[in-house]
C-alpha cells in the first residue's frame, strides 16, 4: 500500500508555544489530505480538510486560527498548533486521500502525540 | 444516539479462536462500510471495505454488512496474537471521503 508520513510522531511543548506537524504521501500524490484528533478511548474525529492551493476546509467547532493548515504542494500538508494549551493534548492524524474523491483509497499516517504542558 | 456505535472492550480471546466484531448505525443513507486496525499509538490502517450490503471475504477476514439492521461485521478466523490491535468500523455516505465517520474501536487481544 501506499505511503503516508507524519512528523513528529511525538512532541511536548510548554503552553503558549506553538508545535507544527508534517504529512507527507511519500509515494503518490495528494490533492486532499485529512486532518483528525483523537482522544483516549475515543474516535478519530475529522478537524479539516486540506485540499492543496487552496485553504481548509474545517469542520464545525474547530479553530481555524488556532490549527493552521497549509497544504502547498502535492505532498505535503501541515497542521500548526498555534498557542497551545494542556486541553490540545491529543494524538493528531493525517491521512492522504489516493485517487478520486469518491472512489479512492484514504491512507493514513502514523499519528503525531502532542502532550502540551 | 450516535451516529456509529461500537463496543470498546476490551475484547480478550485465546488464540485460533473466531473474533467477532460489530457495530451498528442510525443513518440508513450510509452506503461505504470499512474496517480499519490500528495498533498502539500508530496510524490506522484500511482492512476491508465494502459497498452497500453482502459479504466480503479476504483471507482470514470476512466483512458482512446487513443495511436493514443497520449492522456491520467483521469476522477473524484463527485469531493470531498478530491481530491484536484496536478495530475501527467507519463508514460514509456517498461522496466525499472527508465525510468518513469512525466507531470508538473496540480493542482485541489474542492470548498466545
Given amino acids: ?117 | 444516539q450516535k451516529e456509529v456505535e461500537q463496543d470498546p472492550g476490551p475484547l480478550s480471546v485465546p488464540e485460533g479462536a473466531i473474533v467477532s466484531l460489530n457495530c451498528t448505525y442510525s443513518n440508513s443513507a450510509f452506503q461505504y462500510f470499512m474496517w480499519y486496525r490500528q495498533y498502539s499509538r500508530k496510524g490506522p490502517e484500511l482492512l476491508m471495505y465494502t459497498y452497500s450490503s453482502g459479504n466480503k471475504e479476504d483471507g482470514r477476514f470476512t466483512a458482512q454488512v446487513d443495511k436493514s439492521s443497520k449492522y456491520i461485521s467483521l469476522f477473524i478466523r484463527d485469531s493470531q496474537p498478530s491481530d491484536s490491535a484496536t478495530y475501527l468500523c467507519a463508514m460514509r455516505l456517498g461522496g466525499s471521503q472527508g465525510n468518513l465517520i469512525f466507531g470508538k474501536g473496540t480493542k482485541l487481544s489474542v492470548k498466545p
Fill in chain 1, 1 to 117: 500500500g501506499a505511503v503516508v508520513s507524519q512528523h513528529p510522531s511525538r512532541v511536548i511543548c510548554k503552553s503558549g508555544t506553538s508545535v507544527k506537524i508534517e504529512c507527507r504521501s511519500l509515494d503518490f500524490q495528494a490533492t486532499t489530505m485529512f486532518w483528525y484528533r483523537q482522544f483516549p478511548k475515543q474516535s478519530l474525529m475529522l478537524m479539516a480538510t486540506s485540499n492543496e492551493g487552496s485553504k481548509a476546509t474545517y469542520e464545525q467547532g474547530v479553530e481555524k486560527d488556532k490549527f493552521l493548515i497549509n497544504h502547498a504542494s502535492l505532498t505535503l500538508s501541515t497542521l500548526t498548533v498555534t498557542s497551545a494549551h494542556p486541553e490540545d493534548s491529543s494524538f493528531y492524524i493525517c491521512s492522504a486521500l489516493k485517487g478520486p474523491m469518491n472512489t479512492g483509497e484514504l491512507f493514513f499516517g502514523e499519528g503525531s502525540r502532542l502532550t502540551v504542558l
